[in-house]
């Protein structure tokens, strides 16, 4: 299985600040490499996948990036409602396995 | 715009066989070549796939849970369906299916316990 480790486990930030998050693979990943957003009690929501592909509708301030077993997700002019927990996920090879998470808290 | 609901027993007794139902609206599950999987989630695992399938019958299983697990999709009723046999307390999590790991339902909790 490919293990998807996720850091920090939570970051504080403070409106309109820009963060990064970062999500190593134990191995290359070569196709499909997403971010997930969840809100306290909701479900995981795609914000974008291929690495760099924007979901449709998520704001421009959220962007991906990297390659082979780094990859990022930024998230700039940080806004009261991106309190969240984000998530990397591959699928590139079954099993599809996710990272633990990082939890973006708003000062 | 496709919408997922996940159903089914909220409490399941340990080595019972856990059964949930996922109704799809929006799309019919006979058109297209979309792939619909379940995905559970917990505090100390945190998110783990268990399925995916297309109406096809081609099915992908997380080896973790393969001998456990069966998942079908039923493009006459627009669902897909997960059973996990012999279910323990490590079962216990909230269940969310997707299709195509894009759009998920809302998720139901399923707790294991007598």
């Known amino acids: 299985d490919i293990q998807m480790t996720q850091s920090p486990s939570s970051v504080s930030a403070s409106v309109g600040d820009t963060v990064t998050f970062s999500c190593r693979a134990s191995q290359e990943i070569t196709t499909y490499l997403a971010w997930y957003q969840q809100k306290p009690g909701k479900a995981p929501k795609l914000l974008i996948h291929?690495?760099?592909t924007l979901v449709s509708g998520v704001p421009s301030r959220f962007s991906g990036g990297g390659s082979g077993t780094h990859f990022t997700l930024t998230i700039t002019s940080l806004q009261p409602e991106d309190l969240a927990t984000y998530f990397c996920?591959?699928?590139?090879?079954?099993?599809?396995?996710f990272g633990q998470g990082t939890r973006l808290d708003i000062k | 715009q496709v919408q997922l609901q996940e159903s089914g027993p909220g409490l399941v007794k340990p080595s019972e066989t856990l059964s949930l139902i996922c109704s799809v609206s929006?799309?019919?599950?006979?058109?297209?070549?979309?792939?619909w999987g379940w995905i559970r989630q917990t505090p100390g695992k945190g998110l783990e796939w268990i399925a995916s399938g297309d109406k096809g019958g081609s099915t992908y299983y997380n080896p973790s849970l393969k001998s456990r697990v069966t998942m079908s999709v039923d493009t006459s009723r627009n669902e897909l369906s997960l059973i996990l046999n012999s279910a323990t307390a490590a079962d216990t999590a909230i269940y969310y299916c997707s299709r195509q790991l894009e759009d998920w339902g809302q998720g139901t909790l399923v707790t294991v316990s007598a």
């Open positions: 291929s690495t760099s």
């Open positions: 996920q591959q699928a590139t090879t079954f099993p599809v396995t």
């Open positions: 929006g799309v019919s599950m006979s058109h297209g070549t979309h792939y």
